[in-house]
């Protein structure tokens, strides 16, 4: 197979995180056997996607979540890869997983969807709700320290609100602010001012004044939290 680089992690990525059809997944578990270049990348989608199997908690799913998922992929496998495809991007099915232990699961198959290259981030985050536990945003790190903010679906914000997005490491007094966010849009910046990113770095989004927090510190409700997690 005379594939590039990023052709051969992209493939990788996708077998190792099971979003493969199964006769491109029985075709990759053929190469594996003779093809050294995929087995090391194969390895290294494991090793470095195995911290974020902590980053969603079990739960055991409702009795009803199975028969339904089956029954869909029933239906719309009458419509062939359309129907199929259809399935897939119904975010009503990615809800139902994340709200059933899955998150992380729903989490990386949309940053491999997103990411127009394969590369590997120091550190991941992924900041969830505080209680529902359903993913929002990602965050991304790399070692000249400069992150993005991704977003994972849509956020309403009230009129005169605004979204801002705040770290903390270990030892901080208090939170440092990184600045508004706009709802949908991803971001990136460069920490130039502040300590080098840690693993359990605290990260979070909260809702403030449409101007921002009128003080040094979150003043709203958290609506997003995460930690991150050391990826190389």
């Known amino acids: ?3 590039s680089f990023d052709e051969l992690q992209e493939l990788a990525g996708e077998y190792v ?3 493969l059809s199964s006769a491109k997944r029985k075709e990759v578990e053929r190469r594996l056997q003779n093809e050294a270049g995929l087995r090391n990348a194969v390895d290294e989608w494991e090793h470095r996607l195995l911290p974020l199997t902590s980053l969603a908690e079990e739960q055991e799913p409702s009795a009803q979540l199975w028969p339904r998922i089956a029954q869909d992929v029933r239906r719309n496998a009458h419509g062939g890869q359309d129907g199929l495809r259809s399935w897939l991007n119904d975010l009503r099915v990615w809800r139902g997983l994340a709200a059933s232990g899955f998150a ?5 198959f949309a940053v491999i969807l997103m990411r127009p290259a394969v590369q590997t981030p120091a550190y991941m985050v992924v900041l969830v709700e505080p209680q529902e536990r359903t993913p929002g945003w990602i965050v991304q790190a790399n070692l ?7 977003p994972l679906r849509p956020v309403a914000v ?6 801002q997005f705040w770290t903390k490491g270990e030892g901080w007094s208090k939170p440092v602010s990184l600045g508004l966010v706009q709802p949908g849009k991803s971001l990136t910046l460069t920490l130039e001012k ?11 989004i909260t ?6 927090s009128p003080t040094d510190r979150p003043t709203g409700p958290i609506l997003f ?3 991150a997690v050391k990826m190389t």
């Open 158 to 163: 009230p009129n005169q609100k605004s979204l």
């Open 104 to 108: 992380a699961a729903a989490v990386l």
């Open 225 to 227: 939290i995460g930690r």
């Open 17 to 19: 995180l099971g979003t």
């Open 194 to 204: 502040l300590p080098p990113l840690q693993a359990n770095q605290l990260f979070e």
């Open 1 to 3: 197979m005379n594939e």
């Open 144 to 150: 000249d320290r400069q992150i993005t903010l991704t």
């Open 207 to 212: 809702l403030e004044p449409e101007n921002g």
